[in-house]
């Protein structure tokens, strides 16, 4: 008789961002004259630049074409992308990371469940809490983070590390020494960041310790503060201690596109083991390349006029992100986040838990939030709404909000 993951049992309930979908769903089924305004995923609603479109209208017709039509993309990436990205994202910033350490892919979160199989089983990780829920899941799936408590909703061989109003969201280093360190900064949930002078002690740390980090950049792009880094890369040693994880999805509006990369350096080795060479066994192995046409929408992110428009795109979230923190601090909320990331982070109201503030907003206000207790422990009483709305809906959204 075959035998299953068990790993997979000890999964608490199912993924956040589809229990809250079920949750919306049966509520607007039982509510169909409610008009639903949803800041909960982080899904981005404004079209493709105009210069992307272009290039994939272009792809499109290569691929019609005998002369020009592609198979099977080079597993780890195309030349072009790989090139522009190495130039635009890391030589711009003097980071000296080339194209050859740039592995293409589907988007970060494939990239970011998946990386964790280059290590070990007995590796322990540290997270921030709370988290993106894809790292903690994907290291449950792998069998890496011991048992569940549902009372304290902590796994036992996970560490932990606090980001609360308390310590102004900045993780502190753990008294229990991680082996694999997962940071995402700016951050998702909290849209909290840290400067660059503390994410270089995060490198050393690192490096000191031998531990590794797995730093999700996916909102850099979100970044208004000069004392902020684009990239780990920007700090000293990181090349021999970090992996970074980037998306299109923020930056450039791909979430249903796809398109992601992550930057393995030559120089991150475990012993004499290239974490190099083994993501490029594992991505030759289980992957088969991003499609050629969203290579080239990845490709024009990066032209002149790509860049300016999806500035534009930027401004036009984060000025819903402007309008939401201010709306709800003049409605008398605590709110925290929105200034280098697309996310607004706010204490819920009278004691509220997380998921009682949930639904308090959708049944009173119709408006679709996060709550901060699906990222982990130390969420609860905090709410996450998202600037990745449309400008109409936002100013709707808040107005609602102000009437509670
Ligand atoms: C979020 O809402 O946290 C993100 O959009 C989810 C994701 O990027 O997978």
């Known amino acids: 008789m075959f035998k299953v993951n068990d790993n997979y049992q000890k999964l608490p309930g199912s993924y956040l961002f589809s229990t809250i979908a079920k949750k919306v769903n049966t509520y607007s089924t039982a509510n169909p004259d409610k008009s639903i305004i949803r800041l909960g995923i982080g899904d981005v609603t404004q079209p493709i630049a105009p210069s992307i479109i272009a290039a994939m209208h272009n ?135 840290i400067t660059k002078s503390q994410l270089q002690e995060w490198v050393d740390y690192a490096n000191k310790n031998g531990a590794v980090i797995i730093y999700d950049a996916a ?43 992550t930057v393995v350096p030559k120089e991150l080795k475990c012993g004499d083991v290239s974490l190099h060479a083994m993501w490029a066994r594992r991505h030759g192995t289980k992957f088969n390349g991003a499609p050629y046409i969203v290579q080239r929408a990845g490709e024009a992110v990066y032209s002149d006029a790509g860049k300016a428009e999806l500035k534009q795109q930027v401004a036009y979230y984060m000025n819903n992100a402007k309008t939401i923190k201010e709306g709800l601090k003049d409605a008398g909320y605590t709110v925290f986040g929105g200034v280098n990331a697309p996310y607004i982070w706010l204490k819920t109201p009278d004691q509220m838990t997380s998921w009682e503030f949930f639904d308090y907003l959708l049944e009173n206000a119709n408006v679709v939030g996060t709550p901060g207790s699906g990222f982990g422990p130390s969420g609860e009483g905090y709410f996450r709404l998202t600037a990745f709305g449309s400008y109409e809906n936002t100013v709707a959204a808040l107005e609602r909000i102000k009437k509670l």
């Open 219 to 261: 909102y850099e792009a979100y970044i208004s503060e000069d004392d902020v880094a684009h990239s780990i890369y920007e700090c000293e040693g990181a090349k021999t201690c970090a992996i970074e994880l980037r998306s299109f999805s923020k930056n450039a509006g791909f979430t249903g596109v796809r398109l992601g990369f």
């Open 59 to 193: 792809a499109v017709d290569e691929m019609g074409n005998a002369a020009t039509f592609r198979g099977y993309a080079p597993d780890l990436g195309y030349e072009f992308l790989r090139s522009a990205i190495a130039k635009n994202d890391y030589a711009a910033r003097c980071c000296d990371i080339s194209a050859d350490e740039i592995f293409v892919s589907d988007g970060a979160k494939s990239d970011s469940g998946n990386i964790q199989e280059i290590f070990s089983v007995d590796n322990k990780i540290a997270v921030c809490d709370p988290v993106y829920p894809v790292y903690v899941d994907s290291n449950v799936m792998a069998g890496r983070t011991g048992t569940y408590d549902p009372k304290t909703e902590m796994w036992s061989d996970v560490i932990y590390m606090p980001c609360t109003m308390e310590n102004n969201f900045v993780p502190e280093f753990p008294k229990e020494t991680p082996d694999i360190i997962y940071l995402c900064l700016p951050n998702n949930p909290t849209g909290t960041t």
